[in-house]
């Protein structure tokens, strides 16, 4: 089993920026995948970001290309989700996510998930 624990959220005006931290322990996976969806009041779950442990190569949505960044720290175990110019819109309760397998744009592509951190973007 795989343990994912969030942190970051908070209150931000818009244009403003706020970094995510997913920090993941427990069963380990020979390819692992990792990211962040997200879901705004009265919305589906929507994908954001993943991240390729093995190699770090990254997969964004649409709304995240050139405003979020997705790093990680080998070390602790962490990836981060660096957002910047922030929008209204971007409000949202943030999910942190893996799986075993190869990256996917659907929540069921997933098997761990996180706790969620809300993110409020002020206008």
């Known amino acids: 089993q795989v343990q994912l624990v969030e942190s970051g959220g908070g209150l931000v005006q818009a244009g403003g920026s706020l970094r995510l931290s997913c920090a993941a322990s427990g069963r380990t996976f020979s390819t692992l995948t990792m990211g962040w969806f997200r879901q705004a009041p009265g919305k589906e779950r929507e994908f954001v970001a993943v991240?390729?442990?093995?190699?770090?190569?990254?997969v964004y949505a649409d709304s995240a290309k050139g405003r979020f960044t997705l790093s990680r720290d080998n070390a602790k175990n962490t990836v981060y989700l660096q957002m910047n110019s922030l929008k209204p819109e971007d409000t949202a309760v943030y999910y942190c996510?893996?799986?075993?397998?190869?990256?996917?744009?659907?929540?069921?592509?997933?098997?761990?998930w996180g706790q969620g951190t809300q993110v409020t973007v002020s206008s």
């Open positions: 996510t893996a799986t075993g397998r190869g990256w996917g744009p659907r929540v069921q592509s997933y098997d761990y």
């Open positions: 991240l390729n442990w093995s190699d770090g190569s990254t």
